[in-house]
């Protein structure tokens, strides 16, 4: 299973980025796409999730921030983040399950250790 990330960077406090998850049409097609993160000593969080029927679920903590969606021509997953904050600085991944037709929801979010594929982090740090 093919799972790229970009897009990260170093970006000032209430600034924006957008990071892309890479992955393959078959992906998109049959399983769910999640945002995790990982924070400095911290566990993998998680912050959005998009499935492959196109509902969207958001951690509290990026809700109204933080969109996700998908572009089924170029088979890419988007993750845009405005009015960034400090705390939102972690390395983050891309991930799906092997479960077809998963539905996104908090479990999942909350359950980083049930996905079953990672891609390799991108590192987004929000610092003046």
């Known amino acids: 299973v093919q799972l790229q990330a970009s897009g990260g960077g170093l970006v000032q406090p209430g600034g924006s980025l957008r990071l892309s998850c890479a992955t393959s049409?078959?992906?998109?097609?049959?399983?769910?796409i999640a945002w995790f993160r990982q924070a400095p000593g911290a566990g993998r969080e998680g912050v959005s999730c998009?499935?492959?029927?196109?509902?969207?679920v958001y951690a509290d903590s990026v809700k109204g921030r933080f969109t996700i969606s998908r572009d089924n021509d170029k088979n890419t997953v988007y993750l845009q983040m405005n009015s960034l904050k400090p705390e939102d600085t972690a390395v983050y991944y891309c991930?799906?399950?092997?479960?077809?037709?998963?539905?996104?929801?908090?479990?999942?979010?909350?359950?980083?250790?049930?996905?079953?594929?990672w891609g390799k982090g991108t590192l987004v740090t929000v610092s003046s």
């Open positions: 991930a799906t399950d092997s479960l077809p037709n998963l539905p996104c929801d908090p479990v999942l979010l909350a359950t980083p250790n049930e996905m079953d594929y």
């Open positions: 049409k078959f992906t998109l097609d049959y399983y769910p």
């Open positions: 998009i499935s492959n029927d196109g509902r969207t």
